[in-house]
């Protein structure tokens, strides 16, 4: 062949050997760069070509799914402070909370001195069938010790619950027996109710203390309000207070039996997620009673909607102080491995269109938690100077009054926390935890007696013959707190109050503590005499108070 023929040749050659000089350059970058072209190119599959590379090149072995349950709440942390990751072993116990039943024995119990003590049993449950009584101690669970450092409640949870039907033996120690007593209980169906009290709080005004919002408490309202309106209940209480939400279905439900029809109870709305309104439809039961609603620092998300929608539809009168605010809607996605996640998909608005959610940092979830605290040292808690409204988010009430965004619900009349009474010597003792100790050991030693008081008024009057303070003192001082004569009398009608309480709740039930404590609780004093001058009906010129 010929020079010139040769020469035809050489930019055909010359292509082919760029062309496959490409091809080659591009699987070895491939093969051996770890994927860096995709990594870049593609920022959502950062993560996973991240995890394959650890696992492909790490200097050591790594267990990816350690690896990748640590990272689940960092990333979600990342996002909001509600968006969570729950891992597989806790999905069923942060369900349990707001189902309306779980599968276990039937008792309620207090850890003292590393063992577990009945304080109650619950009444047709499986362990007052087979003759557990309160007072007794479990120390054995299917004939193994169940006693010491390793008690706490997760651990005596994870022993007591179990499949309905499903057998556990317990070896129960009783004062007065010599011998260990063994019982074999059969797990059942155990209600977990949400309203933690009911009753006519005097001859003409009822009382609801709502827990939390799950599955059955639009039933147990109605059950309530029943049972109120057969004693010609002329207006009502709903404590709302510490309640810190739950399921955002079971609100509108309740919220529903106290609007008139077409009422805008809630809005939703998120990126992804439209706006969704939420109405009444005019089949409530109760849209004519008087209505007072208690809230606190502690009273959140559903709370807070239900207490917004009968704010700004000037349905009630809201008493206490400014709510939680958190306003975010999260919605539960399973893993097939048993995990979950609660994305945060949009967010709470009332009726007015304030958002319920007060100010977050991405990603700043201590300056969020210490929100709280922050509210407390600048004074929220004690005075109305302290509280400063955003007058650029002023939103209006359906008749016109004047209410503000900027995170959680403002109460109509502002009850400041009560610190009368309150000394160094008194806040020591609760913070050991000492006044509950003295309460569930008095209680204890003296179950025998105190069984013959079947309410808490009758109770009571044997407890104030008792010299309980002094009796307190001596056992205080036993466990290394000084006594301090002075400040203890200072003290005394706090130390009383949380002493008879607490031996009416061990002995009696939640109800009767409720009952008790509302005596001389300032907000709900407050809420009687607004019913009393028949004004939980706003009018267009009220406006915030700080009564």
């Not at 309640?243 to 509108?252: E, Q, S, V, Y």
């Not at 992804?272 to 849209?287: E, F, L």
Request: with cysteine; glycine share 8%.
């Amino acid at each position: 062949m010929d020079n010139k023929k040769k020469s035809h040749f050489i930019p055909i050659i010359t292509a082919v050997c760029m062309v496959l000089g490409i091809l080659i350059g591009t699987f070895y970058a491939h093969h051996f760069s770890g994927n860096r072209l995709g990594i870049i190119n593609t920022s959502s599959n950062k993560l996973n070509a991240l995890l394959r590379i650890i696992e492909d090149q790490y200097v050591d072995t790594v267990k990816m799914a350690d690896l990748v349950e640590s990272a689940m709440p960092q990333i979600l942390g990342e996002l909001d402070p509600h968006s969570a990751y729950i891992p597989a072993k806790d999905l069923k116990a942060v369900n349990d909370d707001l189902a309306g039943s779980f599968s276990g024995i039937g008792v309620q119990f207090t850890i003292n001195n590393d063992t577990i003590h009945v304080n109650n049993v619950i009444h047709g449950g499986p362990s007052e069938k087979v003759g557990i009584l309160a007072g007794d101690r479990i120390i054995s669970v299917n004939d193994t010790a169940f006693v010491g450092k390793e008690i706490t409640n997760n651990s005596v949870q994870r022993k007591l619950k179990g499949p309905k039907g499903s057998s556990v033996k317990l070896g129960i120690y009783r004062l007065g027996e010599k011998e260990i007593l063994p019982f074999t209980v059969v797990r059942g169906d155990i209600p977990v109710k949400s309203i933690d009290a009911c009753y006519l709080i005097n001859d003409k005004y009822g009382y609801i203390k709502i827990e939390k919002f799950g599955e059955n408490t639009y039933g147990e309202l109605l059950f309530a309000l029943a049972q109120l309106n057969k004693k010609d209940c002329q207006g009502l209480i709903i404590d709302l207070r510490d309640n810190t939400g739950g399921f955002m279905g079971p609100a509108i439900q309740m919220i529903n039996e106290f609007l008139p029809k077409e009422r805008l109870i809630v809005y939703t709305e998120g990126r992804k997620s439209p706006r969704k309104n939420y109405y009444s439809n005019g089949t409530g039961s109760n849209q004519e009673m008087p209505l007072v609603v208690l809230i606190n620092e502690s009273s959140a998300s559903s709370s807070e909607i239900f207490s917004g929608a009968i704010q700004d539809n000037d349905r009630g009168t809201i008493v206490g102080r400014r709510s939680f605010g958190k306003g975010l809607v999260q919605q539960p996605i399973e893993f097939s491995d048993g995990s979950a996640i609660r994305l945060t998909i949009a967010r709470y608005y009332t009726p007015s269109g304030r958002c319920i959610q007060k100010p977050y940092n991405k990603g700043n979830d201590e300056e969020y938690e210490m929100d709280i605290m922050n509210r407390f040292e600048h004074g929220e808690f004690f005075s109305q100077d302290s509280i400063k409204q955003d007058e650029s988010k002023v939103y209006h009430t359906a008749i016109g009054r004047p209410v503000y965004g900027g995170g959680g619900i403002m109460p109509d009349y502002f009850i400041p926390v009560d610190t009368t009474g309150m000394t160094s010597y008194f806040q020591m003792a609760r913070n050991r935890r000492l006044i509950i100790q003295f309460s569930f050991n008095y209680t204890d030693k003296h179950r025998p007696a105190l069984q013959q008081y079947k309410d808490w008024p009758s109770l009571l009057q044997h407890l104030k013959s008792q010299n309980l303070l002094e009796q307190f003192a001596r056992f205080a001082e036993e466990k290394g707190l000084k006594r301090r004569n002075i400040l203890m009398y200072k003290s005394k009608e706090l130390f009383q109050l949380n002493l008879y309480g607490n031996i009416i709740y061990n002995m009696i039930d939640m109800e009767a503590y409720i009952e008790y404590l509302n005596q001389s609780d300032t907000a709900v004093k407050k809420a009687v005499e607004i019913l009393e001058r028949k004004e939980a009906f706003p009018k267009a010129s009220d406006g915030i108070s700080f009564n």
